[in-house]
Structure formats: structure tokens, C-alpha cells
């Protein structure tokens, strides 16, 4: 949201919708060279982590950096063929090679830091894999542009993606050191009882992809399908809100650096009962923060908007008001989907993501022409609610635990309880 607010008093309208399509781009981008691996990485690490198994998390490592080299081949290729249909279906203006490859650089770095943090926080280190996420990489991008609004530098998107691409290299190499660091000093444990290697994660994390990265593709329909039909100030418009939906789901993003890898290690020790307090707990303290700030965009959206992004994004009211409201049934049944993946049912996600990408697409390209960015709106929330729903009813008939908030999670016993991983 920082960067934003920057970015829209440093880019007129049009540059900012291009900024938002290419936010959309990379984060994508990302999820598919990652391969699925960071909820893969940090399913295996954290079990192996509970066990001590260090040199299991060892050979995880190696696993994971093998196939992100192979798959940066393919995605390098796959990247520069579609080049010049991004430049004129998704950018609309010519952009050139050397954009392409600044872009792939990003995706490349970006993915190799949020693998590098899952896997830090598999094995245990929470604080680390957490800091090194996004925040980083977005506080020296923002400190850069802030640096360049002050100084009253004359900054266009060129700038802008070689300032990210500077800070995602930068931010990547240090997660990656760590993890060297981390399995350098960390050996031994429990002898492994079955082989381990590239083609084992590559198996577990082949569905977890086709669902991380069609969750993703699922959350830039909208704007991809805005780009290719509507003006870039129209995206730009859509693009401030759906930034500021993200304080809407705050609370339940910081509780999902740390929920997977203690699903998981629940589940494999059989502990079903802390394994459903758990999901629970995460839901109820994802309630308590999103519902508050919903209700705030509720009544001050229009002032909200003038006051982050400028006069003219407060034309966003309406656009911001529904997407808050899909983001806030999501925060409230917590993390289903990450109950159904870290107990084996990757597959299962994988097809309800794909069917509900196929769904959205169809259903924003019938709106878009007729109710531009508020009908594109409209069926994200609905996409949104109808998806949190379906994986609420089906992980509590799959894993026997209900994600939904619950009031006895919010006393002090129970808070440190969950603190304490009992």
C-alpha cells in the first residue's frame, strides 16, 4: 500500500494501470517458477523439522534448487514467446526486450525468496522466513521512490521495474544465504527410511501448483481481463482498491507465515483435535482484526481512497467497497484450503482452483464491456465467497475439523496455548 500511494502521486493514471498489470504479472510469474514448492517445502520441512531429520531438510534444499533451475528454463522460454502478445494485448504500448528481461528477473527473484522463506519456516525459523517475505523487498522499493518523490525526480514505469528488479535481487540472495547458512550448520537427526530427491518433490508439489498458481491467475483475472478491455485509467482505479483490500485480510496473510508447517506437523503426529484448534484459532483472530476494518471501508471508502492515492482514485468507492466484502468472507472461515493441502488432498485443490479460474474468466469477460471495473468486482467477491465456502464444507468432511471462527480460542489460556504449539 505504501508503494502505491508513492507510485500514484509519481505515475499519472495510465502508467499506474500499467503498474498494476505488471504487479499482477510477477506475482504469477512467481508462483509458477516456484513450482508449487513453497507450500511443498514447507509441508516436508516442517515435518522434518519436528523431528530434527536435518539432513532430510538437507536434501529437501537440494531437491528444490535443482528443480527451480529446470523449470526457470522452461519458463524463460515459455515468457519470451508470449512477449509480444503481453506487449499489445496486456500493456498496450511497446515495451521492448530489455523489459522482458527485467520482468523475468523479478519473477525469477521473487520466487527464489518466497521459496527460501517457506523453507525457513518449515524447519522452525519463524522469524526469519517471515521477515525475509515481501516486506524487504517492498520497503527498498518504497524507500527508493519516496526518496525520488521528495527529490522531485521524474519517474516513469522504467524506473519503477528497474527499482524492483534491483530489490528483488538483492532481497533474494539474502534469503538464499541464509538457507546455506542454515543446512551448513544444522546436520544429523533421525536416519532417513525411504529415499529422497528431486522427483519426490517435484510429485507433492505438482499439484500444489496447479492450485497456487491458479489461486493467483484466479486473483489477477480481474485485472488482466480490466487491461485487455477497458482503458489503463479504468485498471488504475481497480488497482488502488485492491490494494487496499489487502488490510481486509492483513491479520489472516501474518497467520498463514506460520499455520502450514504446525498443520502439518499436527496431522502427521495425529493430533486431531489440536490440529482443528488450530484452524480455528487462526480463523476466530482473522475474524476479529478483518470485520473491524471492513466496516471502516464501509463507511469511509470515498475518503479513504482520496486520502491514500489522491482526488481522483475516490471514484473507486464502490469498486473497493465490494471487493472488501469478498475478502472479508475469506477472512473469516480462515484457511481451509491450507487444511485440505497440508493433509494430502493437493489434488483435490488443485481441481476446484482450475474450475473456478475457468468460471471467473468466463463471467468477467460477459461483464466487463457492459459494467466495466464495478461488474468485474462483483464477480471476484462472488468468485471469492463461493470458493471460501465450498473449501469450508469440504475440508471439515475430509479432515473431520471445521475452520470456522470460534469464541473460546479468544481467552488468554487459549492464546497462550497456541503460542506454546500444544
Not at 498458481?213 to 489503463?232: F, H, I, N, P
Amino acid at each position: 500500500m505504501a508503494v502505491a500511494m508513492v507510485l500514484t502521486r509519481l505515475l499519472s493514471p495510465a502508467d499506474f494501470g500499467f503498474y498494476t498489470v505488471f504487479a499482477q504479472i510477477v506475482a504469477v510469474g512467481a508462483m509458477i517458477q516456484s513450482f508449487g514448492m513453497q507450500t511443498g517445502v514447507t509441508k516436508l520441512a516442517g515435518i522434518a523439522g519436528g523431528a530434527g531429520a536435518w539432513d532430510r531438510a538437507r536434501a529437501i534444499l537440494k531437491a528444490t534448487a535443482l528443480i527451480f533451475v529446470l523449470v526457470a528454463l522452461v519458463m524463460a522460454a515459455v515468457f519470451f514467446g508470449l512477449w509480444s502478445w503481453m506487449e499489445a494485448d496486456l500493456f498496450r504500448r511497446e515495451l521492448g526486450w530489455l523489459m522482458a528481461g527485467l520482468i523475468l528477473l523479478i519473477v525469477f527473484t521473487r520466487s527464489a525468496e518466497e521459496i527460501a522463506s517457506a523453507f525457513l519456516r518449515g524447519v522452525g525459523r519463524i522469524r526469519a522466513g517471515a521477515l525475509l517475505l515481501s516486506a524487504p523487498r517492498e520497503g527498498l522499493a518504497f524507500a527508493a521512490l519516496f526518496g525520488a518523490l521528495l527529490a522531485g525526480i521524474n519517474t516513469g514505469p522504467w524506473a519503477v521495474v528497474e527499482i524492483y528488479a534491483a530489490a528483488s535481487a538483492f532481497m533474494a540472495l539474502v534469503a538464499m544465504a541464509i538457507c546455506l547458512r542454515f543446512v551448513r550448520n544444522n546436520a544429523g537427526g533421525p536416519p532417513d527410511t525411504e529415499d529422497f530427491g528431486p522427483k519426490h518433490l517435484a510429485i507433492l508439489s505438482a499439484p500444489m501448483l496447479l492450485h497456487s498458481s491458479g489461486a493467483l491467475v484466479l486473483k489477477a483475472t480481474d485485472v488482466w481481463v480490466l487491461s485487455a478491455y477497458r482503458e489503463a485509467t479504468e485498471v488504475a482505479l481497480y488497482g488502488a482498491a485492491m490494494r487496499v483490500t489487502n488490510l481486509v485480510i492483513f491479520a489472516l496473510s501474518v497467520i498463514n507465515l506460520a499455520l502450514p508447517q504446525l498443520l502439518a506437523a499436527l496431522h502427521a503426529e495425529g493430533r486431531l483435535a489440536d490440529f482443528e484448534r488450530m484452524a480455528r484459532t487462526a480463523a476466530t483472530w482473522s475474524t476479529v482484526v478483518s470485520v473491524p476494518v471492513f466496516i471502516l471501508i464501509l463507511l469511509f471508502a470515498e475518503p479513504l481512497l482520496d486520502l491514500l492515492f489522491g482526488a481522483p482514485y475516490g471514484e473507486a468507492a464502490l469498486i473497493l467497497i465490494i471487493l472488501a466484502a469478498g475478502q472479508t468472507v475469506s477472512a473469516v472461515v480462515g484457511s481451509p484450503g491450507m487444511m485440505l493441502q497440508m493433509t494430502g488432498h493437493q489434488n483435490l485443490m488443485s481441481a476446484l482452483t482450475i474450475g473456478a479460474v475457468v468460471i471467473n474468466v468466463v463471467a468477467n469477460i460477459l461483464v466487463v464491456e457492459d459494467h466495466g471495473a464495478t461488474g468485474v468486482a462483483m464477480v471476484t467477491a462472488l468468485t471469492i465467497t463461493g470458493r471460501m465456502a465450498l473449501h469450508t464444507l469440504l475440508a471439515w468432511r475430509l479432515t473431520g475439523a471445521l475452520s470456522l471462527p470460534d469464541p473460546r480460542t479468544l481467552t488468554p489460556r487459549a492464546l497462550m496455548a497456541m503460542l506454546r504449539r500444544r
